[in-house]
């Protein structure tokens, strides 16, 4: 590999006008040093004479400042163009100048810039556009699955329960028959635990698509719920639920989507965290609800490409897509927040 070059000291740049005054005042200084030469020389008859030399030397020194610094002027207003332009002002545009150099630099600066602006206008109309078809999709996943969870509710569990209180009225109905009552009952006692199972089942699919207690309660009392059956099932997490704040809901995609992402966090933390407790706390303002789901388990680095960062980036683009932040601070070895902020409509 060839060596590196050494670091090179930038070399000073000065204004044009600057030079020329500075040049200008080394030719004054220099005419009165001739001017005081000639009198002690040649006596006062050519004092006139110099005394003039010097004022024209002066005078056109000073002309010559204030001719670079029109002539410069245009460069200086694009420099601080360019630097409004790195800043995100795009409204800005150059000047020509006298010169026609400066004139036509002057025009393809304009010209970059009505681009680059027309550019940015067209990107921020689709990235409207892209936030409004990725709401509207989510309104209608929402609805779907509400539509999904209200038929599994009045159709399936209902016909699951009628069905366990069917085999269960027969099996009362013939253990007394004798031997081959008693059989019987016991097959059906094995249908009637199949059914029990389907029951459990439908109920987990239903409070994973849309707990019945978010359209009738909100987010906090769904994630108190959702912590409570994490426990009746077995599971290894304990989950405390705090809320802050006044009452509030959301618009009913933006509960759906928000309750969905907090359950995956949970259901991530009891997966990865190796822990035994998380907490979700629940804060509420005039403007905003925040979600904070923290564990102190092992933790991870962020930035470090896993098998769960789609995970993490499909839960962040949902948010996103309803107007709020998504969050994560996590360090090896020191547990993990997910952080949820969504305006209040």
Known sequence: MPPHAPPQTPRPSY????????????????????????????????????????????????AGAHVASLLTRPLRDMTGIARRVAAGDW????????????????????????????????????????????????ALRDMERRAIATELHDRVGQNLAAAQITVRAVRGAIEPLGEQGVKASAHLGEVEKILQAA????????????????????????????ARQMAERGSSLVVSVASEGPGFRLEATTEGVVFE??????????KHAMTERAHATVRSSESEVEFLVHDEGRGFD????????????????????????FEVRSVPG?????????PRR
């Not at 699919?205 to 207690?213: A, F, K």
């Open 261 to 270: 992402v907090l359950a995956e966090a949970l259901h991530n933390v009891e």
């Open 91 to 138: 409204k800005g545009r150059a000047e020509p100048g006298l010169l026609r150099e400066s004139a036509e630099l002057a025009g393809a600066l304009n010209e970059l810039l009505d681009a680059l602006e027309h550019a940015t206008e067209e990107n921020a109309a689709l990235a409207m556009y892209m936030n409004r078809v990725s709401r509207h999709a989510l």
């Open 302 to 325: 962020p930035a470090a490409p896993t098998s769960d960062s789609w995970g993490i980036a499909s839960m962040r683009e949902r948010i996103r897509n309803l107007g709020g932040r």
């Open 334 to 342: 020191a547990g993990t927040d997910i952080r949820i902020v969504v």
């Open 15 to 62: 204004p044009a006008a600057a030079l020329v005054l500075a040049l200008t005042i080394g030719l004054a200084l220099l005419a009165v040093g001739a001017f005081a030469f000639a009198a002690l020389r040649f006596g006062p008859s050519l004092v006139p004479a110099f005394a003039i030399a010097a004022l024209v030397v002066a005078a056109g020194g000073f």
């Open 199 to 226: 029951n459990e089942r439908t109920r987990n699919v239903l409070t994973r698509l849309r707990p019945p207690l978010l359209d009738e309660f909100g987010v906090a009392a769904a994630l108190e719920s959702h």
